[in-house]
Nanobody
Framework: QVQLVESGGGLVQAGGSLRLSCAASGLTFSRYAMGWFRQAPGKEREFVAAISWRGANTDYADSVKGRFTISRDNAKNTMYLQMNSLKPEDTDVYYC??????????????????WGQGTQVTVSS
């Protein structure tokens, strides 16, 4: 049974930082491209960042470039999202996702094979 478990969300002031983690089990982690998406109530889930199987390639949404960094540790079956210079508009539920094939540029939710349950990130102004 595949499980993706996010952690690290919370409440932070604008300009602050958070580090999200996504712990994977039940799959061969190193064979999956991984990604972060976010979703606000009533809105579509949107792409945040993606990383290839071995971590050699990354992709970011324009809204987070230069502020967020995606990484992975295949030995620990874990992916991370370091979020710096957070803004109130970054407030969302953040989801990790796993895909058997590399994400297309800009990442699309239908490409995901597995999803985590999400973790809330709230940035106060």
């Amino acid at each position: 049974q595949v499980q993706l478990v996010e952690s690290g969300g919370g409440l932070v002031q604008a300009g602050g930082s958070l580090r999200l983690s996504c712990a994977a089990s039940g799959l061969t982690f190193s064979r999956y491209a991984m990604g972060w998406f976010r979703q606000a109530p009533g809105k579509e889930r949107e792409f945040v960042a993606a990383i290839s199987w071995r971590g050699a390639n990354t992709d970011y949404a324009d809204s987070v470039k230069g502020r967020f960094t995606i990484s992975r540790d295949n030995a620990k079956n874990t992916m991370y999202l370091q979020m710096n210079s957070l803004k109130p508009e970054d407030t969302d539920v953040y989801y990790c996702a796993a895909a058997r094939t590399n994400w297309s540029p800009g990442g699309h939710p239908p490409e995901a094979d597995y999803w985590g349950q999400g973790t809330q990130v709230t940035v106060s102004s």
